[in-house]
């Protein structure tokens, strides 16, 4: 009888180490690879100056809050915008997200940060923003927002 127990109990944990053990992704196991999509959006950003033409922040158009500055994105991470007689500085960077809850696997992320005060219209660009699309004139990224689910979007060209 006792065999029959330990048996029956040896059973039961191996199923359960088992179900736990087995996994609901279908991925293959080998790891996402974003090195080429981040250096292209890289190379991209650095290839010259660039001008906000569109930013909407929650359903609010407040492109004109960046109108006249261009904007430099340089190989030492610095970020740079001057209208000419104001300068802005910050950091910039792309980084792979694929560790993130997001939907997509292969997530990339356009990082932002001018460390200015939050009453400075430069502080709404702080985001690590998704690539929409990116060409050699035109960078689209998009965030939306995890607190109250805004989506923002911003658009740079090419001067």
Not at 60 to 74: C, R, V, W
Request: proline share 2%.
């Amino acid at each position: 009888m006792k065999k029959r127990f330990y048996f029956g109990l040896l059973i039961m944990l191996s199923f359960s180490l088992m179900s736990t053990t087995c996994s609901t992704d279908d991925d293959d196991g080998s790891p996402n690879d974003n090195s080429q999509q981040i250096a292209q959006a890289v190379s991209t950003a650095q290839s010259g100056t660039w001008r906000i033409t569109n930013f909407n922040d929650s359903g609010q158009n407040e492109t004109s809050d960046f109108n006249g500055y261009n904007f430099s994105f340089n190989s030492d991470g610095t970020l740079v915008a001057t209208n000419g007689s104001n300068t802005v500085n910050g950091t910039w960077s792309v980084t792979d997200d694929s560790s993130s809850s997001s939907s997509s696997s292969d997530d990339i992320d356009f990082n932002i940060f001018f460390p200015v005060p939050a009453s400075n219209n430069f502080e709404d660009l702080n985001d690590d923003w998704d690539i929409v699309s990116i060409s050699s004139t035109r960078i689209e990224l998009i965030d939306i927002s995890g607190g109250n689910g805004g989506t923002d979007m911003l658009t740079f060209e090419k001067n």
